[in-house]
């Protein structure tokens, strides 16, 4: 089985040099061990970065062969960093094992991973089994969004960052996905093929800083939604129809008093008009949504679907 770390790096020159030992004494442990073949990689994916990070992934790759480089035009982010390597290795190898430069997921989560490959199973996430390491207000932010993903419909995996096996039919998979805007996570389920789950400590960021600054997190959030659910723009034609509903009951209880004859009420009369008013133009708008939501999945030009296998003799 040939195995290729894919790692995404962006000024990553304070860890390099650790991650690159450990993950070598790991793969050559478990070459020795007859688990993954030797001409397995850790493939090292430069993102554009402003340090010496890929003076030294040379360096590494002239000094190992174990060691490749790829290395994109400029920086493009994490996920695409994260897509161009795994893109680039998919014929290479048997399966990949994504995981971050900074030694936060644990590097031992590989063996597990390989346990479940051998299963048969395609897609194994690696969750993070408590977030002790992170502060309280990463730990309430990162959960609160996953629980908000789920409620938009998107299936996600609780607690799974961007490390995970992915075999090579799954990494076919992936690549016919044409959208621009990553999400990975988001991405990776609706590939299908079996799936399992494990789970590992997350440690601290081993050394450098994160390249996660709340920013660039909540950006990340929102393309996560906006990537996945058009469920938001469906927000905006309930509330049209919560208007032009209310209106009606207070047309309703308008007429009613008039009816009773507790006088003409203009104020009630024109409020009821503006309610009315205000729900056929927000409906209106949720309705022109609802189709450039669909001209925005059409765009992305996924997959319709993929096939597993198919018995004809
Ligand atoms: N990364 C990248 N391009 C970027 C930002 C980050 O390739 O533009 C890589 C980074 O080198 C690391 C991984 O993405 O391997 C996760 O980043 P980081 O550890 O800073 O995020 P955090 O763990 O703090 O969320
Ligand atoms: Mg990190």
Redesign the pocket.
């Known amino acids: 089985m040939k195995l290729y770390l894919v ?6 020159e304070a860890v390099l040099p650790e991650t690159r030992a450990r993950l070598t004494e790991k793969m050559k442990g478990l070459i020795a061990a007859g688990r993954i073949s030797p001409d397995s990689r850790i493939v090292f ?5 402003k340090d010496k990070t890929w003076e030294l992934i040379s360096a590494y790759h002239t000094e190992d062969p174990l060691v490749s480089g790829v290395c994109l035009s400029r ?4 996920q ?3 897509l161009c390597g795994l893109l680039t290795v998919k014929d290479l190898c048997d399966a990949t094992v994504s ?4 030694l ?1 997921d644990d590097i031992n989560v590989i063996d597990s991973m390989l346990d479940e490959y051998e299963k048969g199973i395609d897609v194994v996430y690696g969750a993070r089994s408590s977030r002790a390491t992170d502060s309280a207000f990463k730990r309430f932010t990162a959960e609160g969004f996953y629980k908000l993903m789920k409620s938009m419909g998107a299936d996600i995996v609780f607690n799974s ?2 490390c995970r096996l992915l075999s090579r039919r799954a990494l076919d998979g992936l690549s016919e996905f044409g959208e621009v805007n990553l999400f990975l996570r988001g991405m990776v389920p609706m590939v299908g093929y079996p799936s399992s789950v494990v789970y590992y400590e997350r440690h601290e ?1 081993f050394a ?5 600054p709340l920013k ?2 909540l950006n990340f959030a929102f393309e996560g939604i906006t990537s996945l659910s058009v469920k938001p723009i469906r927000f905006i034609s309930g509330a049209g129809l919560l208007f032009l509903l209310g209106s009606f009951a207070a047309f309703v209880v308008w007429l009613v008093r008039l009816c009773m004859g507790l006088g003409f009420s203009s104020v009630s009369f024109l409020s009821c008009l503006l309610l009315l008013v205000g729900g056929v133009l927000t409906l209106s708008v949720g309705l022109v949504g609802e189709y450039v939501g669909k001209v925005y999945l059409e765009s992305k030009h996924r997959p319709r679907f993929i096939v597993s296998e198919f018995l004809n003799e």
């Not at 790692?7 to 990553?12: L, S």
């Not at 995981?99 to 900074?102: E, G, I, L, R, S």
């Open positions: 790692i995404p790096c962006y000024n990553e994916v430069n993102d554009g970065s920086n493009r982010g994490h695409n960093a994260l995981m971050d430069a900074d936060q960052a961007d960021r450098g800083e994160s390249k996660y660039k997190m």
